[in-house]
C-alpha cells in the first residue's frame, strides 16, 4: 500500500467517530482531505463542520457541507485531524500544512480528538520533523533567536504566509523529551502565535493505518 492509501485508510475509518446530528470539527492536510470526501458521502447526517484553514473550508464547501463559525458554537463533541508525528502518550508535532493556530483553537473547543495517521507518523521521541511556530511577522528575527538560544535551529519557511497572515519558522533539531513543557516555553517568547506541540491537548483517539490494518488506540 502506498503512503497515500494507508492515509485515506485511517480518515475513512474516523467515520465511525462522526456523531449523528452533530457538528464536526475537521483538521488539515492530505489525510483530512480524504476525511473530508468521505464526510461528503454522509453528509446528510451531520448539522454541518468547524474547520480549521481555507483550505479544508474550500473542500467542504465544494462537497457541499454547510461551514459553522467556531464562534457560533461552545463545545464540538469530535475533532478529527492529522499530524506530522504522534508519540505513545499521543502528544503531537502539527503544522507541516501551516494551519496549526486554527488547528490548536478548534482543537481546544473539542471533546474528543482523534488523530488519523500512517504509521509512519509514529515516533518515540518527537521531534525529527522540524517544529512549526507560526510568528507575527515583524518578531520573526527575535522568535528565531530565542528558539536558537533553547537548542533549535530555526528556518523561516520560504513564501509562505499562515491563513492569519503570519509567518512559519520551522525548527530543526529539537529532541523533545518533555513535550507539554516546551510547548509552554515556546508560547511564551513575545511574538509567538503558538507552536506545533499538541501536548497539554493532546489526541484522545489514535486511528494508525498499516498494511495490515488500521489500529484503534485510545
Ligand atoms: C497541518 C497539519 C497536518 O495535520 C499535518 O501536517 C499532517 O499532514 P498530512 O495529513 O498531509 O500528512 O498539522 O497543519
Redesign the pocket.
Known sequence: MTQDEL?KAAALAALDYVLEGAIIGV??????NHFIDGLGGIKARITGAVSS?EASSARLRALGIPLVDLAEVDELPVYV????EIDGGFSMI???????TR?KIVAAVSRRFVCI?DAS?QVATLGRFPL?VEVIPMAARHVARELAALGGQPKLREGFVTDNGNLILDVHGLAIAEPAKLEARINQIVGVVTN?LFAQRGADVLLLAAPEGVRREQ
Open positions: 492515509k483538521g488539515t492536510g492530505s489525510t483530512v484553514s485531524d492529522g499530524a506530522d502539527k503544522g507541516g500544512g501551516g494551519a496549526l488547528e495517521c507518523k512549526p506545533g
